[in-house]
């Protein structure tokens, strides 16, 4: 087929912290779970969402920094290709499904999530740092605005 596409392109949120490993050859993999939502009407005009898992694979160097910038509640733009594997089961001797996102590209969006403390639009101003006795406090005259 010269005419086939294999293009994925997900915006949601990380469902699980992601999960690095190395191959035996040393590659860097990781893997995470993207939460995707998706809002419409039901037959009574009612908005409902539906929120489908997908599990993300990044190799490389990206994997590395998926790995350590990336983390549960974070916001993720993956583009990637549909990958859909089987593998027979040792237990049941049944044949597995598992389908991936295989990403080419990973942007993060937006900042780290908030922590549970923060309330929706407060901001925390820093503390201001403590003057020490050796530094001479400026009077207003010495203010230069």
């Not at 293009?7 to 999960?19: F, K, M, T, Y």
């Not at 037959?43 to 990336?70: H, K, M, N, R």
């Not at 089961?89 to 908030?114: C, I, L, M, Y």
Request: charged share 25%.
């Amino acid at each position: 087929m010269s005419g086939s596409l294999n293009r994925v392109i997900l915006l949601g949120n990380l469902a699980s912290d992601p999960e690095m490993r190395y191959t035996g050859s040393g590659k860097a993999r990781t893997r995470f779970r993207l939460a995707v939502g998706h809002r419409f009407k039901d037959t009574t005009g009612q908005i409902q969402e539906d929120t489908t898992f997908v599990t993300i694979t990044v190799w490389g160097p990206q994997a590395e920094s998926c790995a350590q910038y990336l983390s549960k509640g974070r916001s993720a733009l993956v583009e990637g290709r549909l990958r859909i594997s089987s593998y027979s089961d040792d237990e049941s001797k049944e044949t597995r499904w598992f389908t991936e996102v295989v990403a080419s590209n990973v942007q993060f969006v937006g900042g780290p999530p908030r922590s549970s403390s923060d309330e929706p639009g407060t901001v925390t101003a820093p503390a201001p740092a403590p003057a020490t006795s050796d530094e001479a406090q400026p009077s207003e005259e010495e203010v230069p605005f």
